[in-house]
């Protein structure tokens, strides 16, 4: 794992929250310990007054949902940068705009007539930012995710797949396109994905999003010397797979690089892998999402028995298309529905999506007119103070949670409370993870009593001090959202931990059981 430029995705935190009254914290200096903070147990100060966090702070905001009662505030009217819980914002304000039924539509569009079968024209894939395209979809129309998600197979080990079939989307389309009397295709196949454009952190935000624009590389090892095995997911021309992976002894190294692409398609991967290994899932991130995406959806026309005479490795383009509006009006072959954003929205935020959440807000800049991402933060900040939210407590640059954004404890605080008061507050919160049972926080806290009675948004942000031989620097460690309490209260809360330093990245990890030992002392203490 790189040590530059590091990111957690938002691994497992946990809620902190108290009883009794309002503020009060003695803390003589930054490198001193807190010696009360009103309303939180000694034993979660015994916690926050570690060592590693010696030269940082913390910040607290906690609220009686029922009575609105401030119970515990440290800190909390002032800034700090919360890693991926800014999701609570994006995600957010798309469920203020749309609501938690709210679906996509992804046409096929065409163009020319059908003749004894043969479409005279072209095939258009109409990209409209469906987080999923079916690829995620259980068998009881649920969206399925793993604690530990592919999107984090790169820096996080340990990382695995969803059983569902990530072109079963395309697989439907088609499927429609030969049901519709089109049994061949003369001209062009091509993925209109021009309803907005964006990047998050170096890699396309697109409207078309097929596997999370991911190619899955599963390495297994093989006999002890020889090389390991490859699998590609999914299996899509002209992507192949060169490795140079070595088996080794059982209990030897497993260190494997990121995929890297070299030419015409070809996937590079090189490392070992121990014999008693687990098989290591690694992703490459493609670069043209929609070249990906046209190919994918000629080879699953293919399978559904449509012929296409163009070439189905050529790159997309969008130059010979009309107008956005001309191609909206052409007639539809074929249309898939995604999930609600109700789904949508628990996929983004049990894994912390990145990408799925800066979707939403390109998606809010769409219904504004606007091909451009960034404007869809400041439509979801229209959209907060419409609710009621004191946005200028907040200060936020993008929908996923990149460094520099910031908000105050408060504010988040008051995010959650006014998404308890919505009648649909009961789905809001199962798209949370939940202490020591799914998600970002499946791990954190699992035989604590308060284990399934916090329901939170995790956000982490890792830097490195080369100035002191390459230490780990926790930038900050949140978790925010709602929790019940052992003696029946329901709680709002937001815990922040700002510049924490580690030798090693385990030391980092065990950041998220601190907070969320805090989190389970206060829910029991409640």
């Known amino acids: 794992m790189s040590r530059r430029n590091v990111r957690l995705a938002a691994t497992a935190l946990a809620s902190i929250l108290v009883a009794v009254a309002v503020t009060s914290c003695t803390r003589s200096s930054s490198t001193e310990e807190y010696g009360s903070v009103s309303g939180l147990p000694r034993a979660a100060l015994a916690v926050m007054n570690q060592p590693q966090y010696a030269n940082g702070r913390w910040l607290i905001s906690v609220r009686d949902l029922d009575s609105g009662k401030q119970l515990i505030d440290l800190d909390g009217d002032k800034m700090a940068e919360p890693g991926s819980f800014v999701k609570t914002y994006s995600v957010g304000a798309a469920w203020l705009k749309w609501g938690p039924d709210h679906t996509i539509t992804t046409p096929v569009k065409r163009t020319g007539e059908v003749v004894d079968g043969t479409l005279n024209g072209d095939l258009v894939l109409v990209g409209k930012g469906d987080l999923t395209m079916g690829g995620r979809t259980k068998a009881d129309g649920t969206v399925d995710f793993t604690n530990l998600d592919h999107n984090d197979a790169n820096p996080l080990p340990g990382s695995t797949l969803t059983r569902e079939y990530p072109l079963a989307g395309l697989n439907e389309l088609a499927e429609q396109?030969?049901?519709?009397?089109?049994?061949?295709?003369?001209?062009?196949?091509?993925?209109?994905?021009?309803?907005?454009?964006?990047?998050?952190?170096?890699?396309?935000?697109?409207?078309?999003?097929?596997?999370?624009?991911?190619?899955?590389?599963?390495?297994?090892?093989?006999?002890?010397?020889?090389?390991?095995?490859?699998?590609?997911?999914?299996?899509?021309?002209?992507?192949?797979?060169?490795?140079?992976?070595?088996?080794?002894?059982?209990?030897?190294?497993?260190?494997?690089?990121?995929?890297?692409?070299?030419?015409n398609g070809e996937i590079v991967v090189s490392g070992t892998i121990a014999a008693d290994s687990a098989p290591q899932l690694k992703v490459y991130a493609f670069k043209d999402p929609a070249t990906f995406a046209r190919t994918a959806f000629i080879e699953a026309l293919g399978r559904a028995g449509v012929k296409v005479t163009?070439?189905?490795?050529?790159?997309?383009?969008?130059?010979?298309?009309?107008?956005?509006?001309?191609?909206?009006?052409?007639?539809?072959?074929?249309?898939?529905?995604?999930?609600?954003?109700?789904?949508?929205?628990?996929?983004?935020?049990?894994?912390?999506?990145?990408?799925?959440?800066?979707?939403?807000?390109?998606?809010?800049?769409?219904?504004?007119?606007?091909?451009?991402?960034?404007?869809?933060?400041?439509?979801?900040?229209?959209?907060?103070?419409?609710?009621?939210?004191?946005?200028?407590?907040?200060?936020l640059i993008d929908g996923s949670?990149?460094?520099?954004?910031?908000?105050?404890?408060?504010?988040?605080?008051?995010?959650?409370?006014?998404?308890?008061?919505?009648?649909?507050?009961?789905?809001?919160?199962?798209?949370?993870?939940?202490?020591?049972?799914?998600?970002?926080?499946?791990?954190?806290?699992?035989?604590?009593?308060?284990?399934?009675?916090?329901?939170?948004?995790t956000g982490s942000l890792l830097a490195v001090d080369d100035f002191n031989g390459g230490r780990f620097r926790l930038i900050t460690k949140t978790l925010g959202g709602v929790m019940d309490t052992k003696s029946g209260h329901r709680l709002a809360f937001t815990i922040m931990?700002?510049?924490?330093?580690?030798?090693?990245?385990?030391?980092?990890?065990?950041?998220?059981?601190?907070?969320?030992?805090?989190a389970a002392l206060i829910q029991q203490a409640y």
């Open 177 to 263: 396109v030969k049901a519709s009397g089109i049994n061949a295709v003369s001209g062009d196949v091509a993925v209109d994905d021009r309803l907005f454009d964006g990047t998050l952190g170096g890699q396309p935000v697109t409207p078309i999003i097929i596997n999370q624009n991911l190619i899955d590389v599963l390495v297994t090892p093989g006999a002890v010397g020889r090389a390991a095995s490859i699998q590609l997911t999914p299996a899509v021309a002209p992507w192949k797979v060169t490795s140079a992976v070595q088996t080794v002894a059982a209990g030897g190294t497993t260190k494997i690089s990121d995929p890297k692409s070299s030419q």
């Open 310 to 395: 163009a070439d189905p490795l050529a790159t997309n383009s969008t130059e010979a298309l009309a107008p956005e509006n001309e191609v909206d009006a052409l007639p539809s072959v074929a249309q898939l529905q995604s999930l609600p954003l109700a789904q949508e929205a628990t996929y983004v935020m049990k894994i912390s999506y990145n990408r799925g959440a800066q979707t939403f807000a390109c998606l809010l800049a769409a219904d504004a007119g606007s091909k451009d991402c960034d404007d869809g933060m400041g439509i979801a900040g229209e959209l907060w103070a419409d609710a009621g939210l004191n946005t200028t407590d907040a200060a």
């Open 497 to 518: 931990v700002n510049q924490g330093f580690y030798p090693s990245l385990d030391g980092v990890l065990e950041a998220n059981n601190d907070v969320g030992k805090v």
């Open 401 to 457: 949670g990149l460094p520099g954004n910031l908000i105050t404890p408060d504010n988040a605080v008051e995010v959650q409370t006014l998404m308890a008061k919505r009648p649909d507050a009961a789905r809001w919160k199962a798209t949370l993870p939940i202490l020591g049972v799914d998600g970002s926080l499946a791990t954190v806290q699992t035989d604590s009593p308060a284990a399934g009675k916090v329901f939170a948004k």
